[in-house]
């Protein structure tokens, strides 16, 4: 694989892991999302029009903390070098996996943890790693936003059908973000198959994709241009 690919797939599973963190809480935390905001954000309006106080709050705990760690990772990433993977976004991601190590541990004692608590630290991490992701720059990806991912994918498959003079270009892009939603998809079934009974398991699994996430980029892309 060549390093461009390497960063590509990295990418790609940065999908995954925001998919696996985003139904975690909307499974677990009062069916609130934490990385999707246009979904939260509706939730919001729906819970303020309904007077459902509980609801209201959960969803603007989860819009504040996504805005602090947007916040954080802009400072972060903000000034980095222009490389095919910054060394500030693999610092960025660390944090991230730090914020998520807490709330897997806080998780074992949500009975005595306010459920406001791990909403923010889940949705810090979610706005932490979609401004790392978008510092990549690769197709106009976010790997927490899919509206526009989506749109854009339709987008280039409508110009390569409509229009002749696009027929030829490359695909890779198209491929990479119609693979960024079908990963974001499969986190989502997998906590919606594993959380009723492997809960505590699953809240792992996205600090373990961040982990591998960055040794593999310390690895193989590591000063690349």
Known sequence: MTAAAYRNTLLSLLCLTAGIVD?????????????????????LGLAIGKSLQVTVFNSLTALIGFICGVIISTLMVGKAENTLWPSAVTKAL??????????????FYSSFVPVYILI??????MGIQTIAAKKLGIAGISSTVLTGTLASLLEDLSGRLFFKKQKKTFLRDAVLRALAIILYCVGAIIVALAEPDFYYIIIWVPIVLIFG???????KLSGEK
Not at 213 to 219: G, P, Q, S, V
Request: glycine share 6%; charged share 5%; net charge neutral.
């Open 120 to 125: 923010i630290l889940l949705s810090i991490s």
């Open 94 to 107: 660390a944090l991230e996996a730090f914020i998520l190590f807490v709330f897997a541990c806080l998780s």
């Open 213 to 219: 996430i960055m040794m593999t980029a310390k690895l």
């Open 23 to 43: 139904v975690i809480g909307y499974l677990s935390l009062g069916h609130v999302f934490t990385a999707n905001m246009t979904g939260n954000i509706v939730l």
